[in-house]
């Protein structure tokens, strides 16, 4: 008998997008439901952190976005998104996209306090760190760019998509090659479907 998967999610987030591909591409069956995290007092007893991704396979909860991506590709029938001779450069190269979406986020975070509570010295290191990242990025390209489907790919992906939304794209120029691959990898149905509303972005809560 299979389990009851209940994956709560948020309308904008780029960890939740990042889980929402890897159960499209596992043809993962789950009920999945959108919630406003910023309000959600009821995930606490499943996860004390409160944040989205969270999945419950039945009573078990699942934390974390890269747990639930390597949960699904345990029981899914399809290819494996972390082949065993790369997995170390999927994994490294996967925290380097969820860093770049963590400092968007904590920007758009610190940019929507009252004037006279931002930082502006937290907000250049958050900008400085995203701008390195992404050179990062391309300059190591060749270690990405290549035919077999991976786990690193999709975060990749989520990140640089989610830097144009919440941030900029000016990266772009300076990052050619980076940015053709993403203009081909969004070329994917399960990027397409899964292009975030940004109109049903929650208010943050600060404090
Ligand atoms: N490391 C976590 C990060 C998840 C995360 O930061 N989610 C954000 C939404 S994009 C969240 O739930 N924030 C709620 C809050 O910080 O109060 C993961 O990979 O799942």
Same mark, same amino acid.
């Given at each position: 008998?299979?389990?009851?998967?209940?994956?709560?999610? @948020?309308?904008?987030?780029?960890? @939740?997008?990042?889980?929402?591909?890897?159960?499209? =591409?596992?043809?993962?069956?789950?009920?999945?439901?959108?919630?406003? =995290?910023?309000?959600?007092?009821?995930?606490?007893?499943?996860? &004390?952190?409160?944040?989205? &991704?969270?999945?419950? =396979?039945?009573? +078990?909860?699942?934390?974390? *976005?890269?747990?639930?991506?390597?949960?699904?590709? *345990?029981?899914?029938?399809?290819?494996?998104?972390?082949?065993?001779?790369?997995? $170390?450069?999927? /994994?490294?190269?996967? #925290? =380097?996209?969820?860093?770049?979406?963590?400092?968007?986020?904590?920007?758009?975070?610190?940019? #929507?306090?009252?004037? @006279?509570?931002?930082?502006?010295?937290?907000?250049?290191?958050?900008?400085?760190?995203?701008?390195? #990242?992404?050179?990062?990025?391309?300059?190591?390209?060749?270690?990405?760019?290549?035919?077999?489907?991976?786990?690193?790919?999709?975060?990749?992906?989520?990140?640089?998509?989610?830097?144009?939304?919440?941030?900029?794209?000016? $990266?772009?120029?300076?990052?050619?090659?980076? *940015?053709? $691959? +993403?203009?081909?990898?969004?070329?994917?149905?399960? /990027?397409? *479907?899964?292009?975030?509303?940004?109109?049903?972005? &929650?208010?943050?809560?600060?404090?």
């Amino acid at each position: 008998m299979s389990n009851n998967l209940i994956l709560y999610n @948020g309308p904008t987030s780029p960890f @939740g997008r990042k889980v929402k591909i890897v159960s499209l =591409v596992h043809e993962i069956n789950l009920e999945e439901k959108i919630i406003n =995290v910023y309000g959600a007092d009821f995930l606490d007893k499943d996860n &004390p952190l409160r944040k989205i &991704p969270t999945l419950l =396979v039945d009573n +078990l909860p699942i934390i974390d *976005s890269d747990n639930i991506c390597l949960y699904f590709d *345990s029981i899914t029938k399809k290819n494996t998104l972390f082949p065993k001779e790369k997995y $170390w450069q999927i /994994m490294s190269y996967t #925290s =380097v996209a969820n860093g770049l979406m963590e400092s968007i986020l904590e920007r758009f975070m610190e940019i #929507s306090r009252p004037d @006279g509570e931002k930082s502006l010295n937290f907000i250049n290191k958050l900008e400085t760190r995203a701008f390195r #990242s992404i050179n990062w990025l391309e300059n190591n390209l060749k270690n990405f760019n290549d035919n077999i489907f991976t786990m690193d790919k999709i975060a990749i992906a989520c990140a640089l998509e989610y830097t144009v939304f919440r941030f900029t794209d000016k $990266w772009q120029e300076n990052n050619k090659n980076l *940015s053709i $691959w +993403l203009e081909n990898f969004q070329k994917n149905d399960f /990027m397409k *479907s899964t292009i975030p509303d940004l109109t049903l972005t &929650p208010k943050p809560k600060l404090s």
